[in-house]
């Protein structure tokens, strides 16, 4: 730098008188220093500088110390010799000094981004380009903002205290009105999207809850309205004035009802289901007897809704007469059938009518009751017949030829058994058989002609004996048997104790004597141990069978060591040794009792543990596997370093003894983070465990992943931009630009203060512009919902004020329309002009209807409901005879629907012939039913004349059916 420079402190620069030389110093050795100050010298206080620079005396690191911090001097700020070759090196010499400098603009002025060679930043305290306030911190509501803005107004973008939000403007209708409050719907206040606004959250006040204009149509049920489907059309079950359309209001809904008489009563022409009434609908009306959804006779309900039925004078189909009446025996019966002899029912002047004309069935042909006695044979069921109903002379009573055995007992007959057999009561010629006739029936063992006992034979014909329970002369006894042992012999003689027999029933023994203690006691019974008497081969007998008081079960006296255990002995093993388990004196021997047996190690007269003794009389130590008292442990051995010291004490971590196995170390505690962990392993820094000192650790000595090589907290926010990070601010305000430690952008749903919305997408139609504008109807842009857009929210010019196209077919209900079903097609129920759709109106209507002649007229084809008329639909056309729903014949109705009649050769239903004349005598009756009789021949010739007897106009008819 030349001689004279005057730099911007206002000193001029001298050369030294001597070259000096430059020399790099370590600066992380001095104590900063204001650069400022120490450019311009105004650093008077030299005590805060190390070394210390300035205090006239030169240490350390210094090459020079002139008292003062001044560059140009021949002694730098930093107490190196300045050179005379080259101008000193300073902050605002516009050279940037690295590592000392941030920065250096050549000048010496703070706020204008680099300040004391440093550069400037929000929260530094020096109020730079773009700041508005600087309090050296990044907190809000302390008067100057994270931004370094003035904070305390409405519209700073800060949230003060008494503000509800902050939108950087002082506008209305964009969220945050400007008085900083949040705008919703039912803030009194109308916004921008809102149709009104009433100050409360309140359905059915005019104002919705969300600030729509309510009205009927609107699809909200308001009070006063019945319903409210969103629309203004009829005819959908919902009036245009919102009250509910149904059957009986009164109001004809065309497309759901034929007929609305304001009642839902049937039988008044309009049914309860407001469909017309009429003959043949199914419906029973006030003017009908009865309608069975057809226009037909002969099937109960004539054509003209009036009962049929069997008495009404008319003959239908079904019937063979109609006599008008529903008396009996008249010709006519009460079901219509021709009443004859053989009908099956009784007449008045016959007995019996079985349904034929068959004799020998109980009823005659001249039903006359047939019967045994009539004097007439019926062979079928009668052997003869005198005329009367009397037995026993030669015919019975029911008519069968007497004789001897057949059951009836004639006056030459004793008796009839219904056989002719002897020795069954009854000989073989009728005569009574009987014990004592003299005559040995198969039945008899004997039969000595009289009634007398003790002859031989008894009174019963059976040979008496010893043991047939009749007590004879000479017997003793007689108990019908031949067996012994139960009161009287086999030869009739009694048995008694002490006759030397054995009755086994009723003695144990029998000695032939009556005396007792020889064995067989005087009653018979057999002599026993327990019996209470002493045999001669019994010790005792104490008059039971148990041992244990002094006399055995055996009868044999007890004694300790006899290895039965009697009363007063706790045990008997049979031997007089202690030792054993039962001592020589009968007690138990047992561990606890004092003495050690054979199988015991100690025995200290206690069933206790832990006293050296065991309950077991083992002798107690530790290294038994038994946890004794004072044991802690004991794990059957002596062996340390496996979790159970020699002495029984339990092994653990923080026991100040390593084990080497389990342990690395072992500090004499169970706290962490002194070298040796919990767990008794060494700490380090990555080792997984956040020790005392470290933020964090992830098991690893790597930064960049969450937690530093020194187990610090790596975090988005520590002003750090780590590896995955594009920006870091030091805090997590959403709209400064960077977020997440995300670099804020439009698109990236976050607005911010220069945005008026961010959506996130790229989609112009969705509301929101990809410049991040907002998109609203009337903007003249197409959005999503929108079907037009013209610019602005007026309707009637083509595009309504919601942005919809106008006009027949978009869905909604415009003016001079009735429906709009968002089509232009007819057959729908909304024609393609929007009118709704009726029968009658000429347009077939898809679902609804089959035809549509354009009237309301029957009989031309197409019925008032739009049906078309044809021969088999149940309604009876001016052209038809009949129409029964079908189209069979036989039943009445033809499948042309002409009326079937006998005689118009068609076997029809209740006929059982049809040859097409009603004339009687050919085989078929006039009535249609086949005649028995013969009938000729069935040559070609007798079908020609019946055929040619059904006439031309039945050939006619036939003939155009068909066609």
């Not at 949040?182 to 009194?188: L, R, S």
Request: glycine share 14%; with cysteine.
């Amino acid at each position: 730098m030349p001689a004279g420079y005057v730099d911007d402190c206002g000193k001029e620069y001298k050369p030294a008188a001597a070259p000096r030389k430059v020399v790099d110093i370590d600066l992380s050795k001095l104590k900063t220093v204001d650069p400022k100050k120490a450019v311009c010298g105004e650093h008077e206080d030299h005590s805060d500088v190390k070394s210390t620079c300035g205090d006239w005396v030169v240490q350390g690191v210094e090459e020079c110390d002139d008292g003062n911090v001044r560059p140009g001097d021949g002694c730098s700020p930093f107490c190196q010799v300045e050179s005379d070759e080259q101008p000193p090196e300073f902050c605002g010499d516009g050279v940037l000094q690295r590592p000392r400098e941030q920065c250096d603009d050549a000048n010496a002025r703070d706020g204008d981004g680099c300040s004391g060679c440093a550069l400037d930043f929000c929260g530094d305290g020096i109020i730079s380009i773009g700041e508005e306030c600087d309090d050296m911190n990044r907190l809000n509501n302390d008067g100057c903002s994270t931004q370094c803005k003035l904070e305390g107004f409405c519209g700073d973008h800060v949230v003060q205290a008494g503000e509800e939000c902050d939108d950087m403007n002082h506008s209305d209708n964009d969220g945050c009105s400007e008085n900083c409050e949040v705008e919703y719907c039912g803030d009194g206040i109308v916004q921008i999207t809102e149709m009104c606004d009433d100050g409360n959250q309140v359905e059915d006040d005019a104002c919705s809850t969300d600030c729509v204009m309510e009205s009927c149509g609107d699809g909200r049920l308001q009070l006063g309205e019945g319903c409210d489907d969103g629309n203004q059309i009829t005819n959908d079950g919902c009036s245009p004035a919102c009250a509910i359309e149904f059957c009986g209001d009164g109001l004809l809904q065309r497309s759901r009802e034929r007929c609305d008489d304001g009642n839902n009563v049937t039988g008044d022409g309009c049914s309860s289901n407001c469909a017309i009434e009429f003959c043949g609908d199914g419906f029973v009306s006030s003017s009908e007897e009865c309608d069975d959804m057809n226009r037909s006779d002969n099937d109960g309900c004539s054509e003209n809704c009036e009962v049929e039925y069997c008495g009404d004078g008319i003959v239908q189909i079904t019937e063979m007469c109609d006599d008008g009446n529903q008396v009996e025996d008249d010709a006519c019966s009460t079901d219509c059938v021709m009443e004859s002899c053989g009908d099956g029912r009784l007449q008045h002047g016959e007995g019996c009518d079985d349904g034929n004309q068959i004799t020998n069935d109980g009823c005659s042909p001249a039903c006359v009751i047939e019967f045994c006695g009539d004097g007439l044979l019926q062979r079928s069921r009668e052997r003869c017949d005198d005329g009367n109903n009397v037995t026993g002379d030669g015919c019975s009573s029911n008519c069968a030829i007497e004789f001897c055995g057949d059951g009836f007992v004639s006056s030459s007959e004793e008796c009839d058994d219904m056989n002719r057999s002897d020795n069954d009561g009854c000989s073989e010629n009728c005569e009574v058989e009987y014990c004592g006739d003299g005559i040995v029936q198969i039945t008899e063992m004997c039969d000595d002609g009289n009634q007398v006992e003790d002859d031989a034979c008894s009174t019963d014909c059976v040979m008496e004996s010893c043991g047939d329970g009749r007590l004879q002369h000479g017997e003793g006894c007689d108990d019908g048997n031949q067996i012994t042992n139960d009161g009287c012999s086999p030869a009739c003689v009694i048995e008694f104790c002490g006759d030397g027999l054995l009755q086994r029933s009723r003695e144990q023994c029998d000695d032939g004597n009556n005396v007792t203690g020889d064995g067989c006691s005087s009653n018979c019974v057999a002599e026993f141990c327990g019996d209470g008497f002493v045999s001669p081969s019994e010790e005792c007998d104490d008059k039971n069978g148990k041992n244990g008081d002094g006399c055995s079960s055996q009868c044999t006296l007890e004694f300790c060591g006899d290895s039965i255990r009697n009363h007063g002995e706790e045990c008997d093993d049979g031997n007089s040794f202690d030792n054993d388990g039962c001592s020589a004196s009968c007690t138990m021997e047992f561990c606890g009792d004092s003495i050690v047996q054979a199988t015991e190690e100690c025995d200290d007269g206690g069933n206790e543990n832990e006293d050296g003794c065991s309950a077991h009389c083992i002798i107690e130590y530790c290294g038994d596997a038994v946890v004794q008292r004072p044991e802690q442990c004991d794990d059957g051995n002596t062996v340390a370093n496996d979790g159970c010291s020699p002495a029984c004490y339990t092994e653990f971590c923080g026991d100040g003894s390593l084990q080497i196995s389990r342990e690395e170390c072992d500090d004499g505690n169970r706290n962490s983070g002194d070298g040796c962990s919990e767990t008794c392993t060494e700490e380090y820094c990555g080792d997984g465990v956040v020790q005392k000192g470290e933020a964090c650790d992830d098991s690893n000595i790597s930064s960049g992943d969450g937690c530093s090589v020194s187990c610090e907290l790596e975090y988005c926010g520590d002003g750090l931009v780590q590896a995955g990070e594009e920006c870091d601010d030091r805090n997590e305000i959403s709209d400064d630009g960077c977020f997440d430690c995300r670099l804020g952008f439009c698109g990236d749903g976050i607005q911010q203060p220069d945005e008026a919305c961010d959506d996130g997408n790229a989609d112009e139609s969705d509301g929101c512009t990809t410049s991040c504008s907002k998109m609203a109807c009337g903007d003249g842009i197409v959005q999503c919902g929108e079907s037009c857009d013209d610019g602005n929210t007026v309707g009637g010019d083509g595009c309504s004020a919601y942005c919809w196209e106008e006009g027949c077919g978009n869905g909604l209900l415009d003016d001079l329309e009735f429906c709009d079903d968002s089509n232009v097609f007819d057959g729908d129920g909304c024609s393609s002009n929007c009118l709704i759709e009726f029968c009658g109106d000429g347009i077939i209507e898809g679902c609804n209807e089959h035809c549509d002649d354009g009237n309301f007229a029957n009989n031309d084809g197409c019925s008032s409901y739009c049906f078309e008329e044809v021969c088999g639909d149940g309604f009876k056309q001016s052209w038809e005879g009949c129409d029964d729903g079908n189209l069979f014949s036989g039943d009445g109705c033809s499948t042309c629907c002409l009326v079937e009649n006998c005689g118009d050769g068609v076997v029809s239903t209740g006929e059982m012939c049809d040859d097409g004349n009603a004339v009687s005598g050919d085989g078929c009756s006039s009535h249609c039913h086949t005649e028995y009789s013969s009938f000729g021949s069935s040559s070609d010739a007798a079908f020609d004349d019946v055929f040619r007897s059904i006439g031309d106009d039945a050939l006619v008819i036939v003939e155009d059916c068909l066609y």
